[in-house]
């Protein structure tokens, strides 16, 4: 093949994954972590939006049309709603000069947040389980960040699961250690540890793909996960749970209660 | 009937244009790797290729770049049907001809009957 062209085929793909653009221009990228999550978020809304669209189009089109269609685009548009509210909470909490914490149940959260996942993991082949053996006090927490980070989390889980007919499955799982109570989103992705994390922190909202070993997408999912998590003074770390990899956020065990 | 591979990461759009597709009569063969794709492309001689170049793994160029490596397969054409805009691309007419890409379609801004007829452009619907 022409050296040239060759040449031009691997100019392409820089180490940083944005095809096509060259260093200096993502230099002009402001790298206000703010602003990265929402290019980030802005590139993973395409795809949702994509999905909706085409699922739309093709339904009109077909005489026939199966009502699973419809629930389809339902589902699909309440995550990407979904994601956008996350954006918006990790925004105004980090805003926030004193965020107040309050003992909340990581049971219900996480229960809460399997049902919330189950509809749309159906539609990419996929089972959400719940593994919270044991009996855990409550964290201190913001609810709603807490539901907001875990569904983000799980959605990008769950679009990034490998595209194959066996079927898949995304665990929530809880556990204890002698940092706090660890909870998480864990799947069967066999290219995640440590390096592609940190580098995906590095990427986010500056390259298109940031976990490109993981995901076709933004991955901004998991990067506003991290922005609320990281606002409860809880950042996201690589985890396992049995044989699963995953993210998951270290809680302190709420003390009051403990004395109830 | 023409043979369509699809190389498409993200399950749920594989599956609305594989269908739609299908819905014109047209066989798609669906990968949604590199990898799967070259190995699907020795297995089911594709007439057309539609390519997303926003790959989990390997990319679309990479692919692009072994897919025309092998003899047999430079005359197939590539339409190239992808999140990547045209402006990140970057490249330009000549550089899409030499790698035999015949159309390059942004997909936010492509209907599912764009697609069916950039592929009816270069691969006419047989009976």
Known sequence: MNKNLVSYILSLTTKSGYSGVSMSTMQAFSDVP??????????????PLLQIARTAEFAQSNPDTNPEHLGDISYTADMALRLIDGYLLSVQMQSLPNLELEPVSLS?????????????????????????????EPVMANREALEA??????????????????RHIVTLAVHRSNQGIVAGVYGDHPAWGSDVFKRGRALYGQA?????????????????????????????????????????????????LQLV | ??????????????????????????????????????MAADACRPDVVVLELQLVGHSGVEFLHEFRSYA???????????????????????TLRRFGIVQYLYKPASTLQHLSDAINEYVPLTA
């Open chain 1, 34 to 47: 703010q602003e990265r999550l929402l290019r980030a978020l802005a590139e993973q809304l395409k795809l």
């Open chain 1, 108 to 136: 219900a959260v996480l229960q809460d947040t399997a049902h919330r996942l189950s509809l749309l993991a159906q539609q990419y082949g996929c089972d959400v389980e719940l593994n919270l053996a044991g009996k855990y």
């Open chain 1, 149 to 166: 980070a875990y569904t983000s989390l799980g959605y990008a889980f769950i679009e990034a699961l490998p595209a194959k007919d066996a």
């Open chain 1, 208 to 256: 298109r793909q940031a976990l490109p070993v993981l995901s076709a997408s933004s991955g901004a999912g998991v990067f506003i996960a991290d922005a609320l998590f990281d606002t409860m003074a809880s950042p996201l770390r690589m985890a396992r749970h049995h044989k699963l990899n995953g993210l998951a956020a270290t809680l302190a065990p709420s003390k009051q």
């Open chain 2, 1 to 38: 009937m023409t043979r369509i591979l699809l190389l498409e990461p993200d399950r749920k759009l594989a599956e609305v244009y594989r269908s739609f597709l299908e819905s014109k009569g047209q066989e798609v063969v669906v990968a949604h790797h590199a990898q799967d794709a070259v």
């Open chain 2, 72 to 94: 047999e397969w430079w005359s197939v054409p590539i339409i190239v049907h992808t999140m990547v805009s045209p402006l990140s691309f970057g490249g330009d007419e000549m």
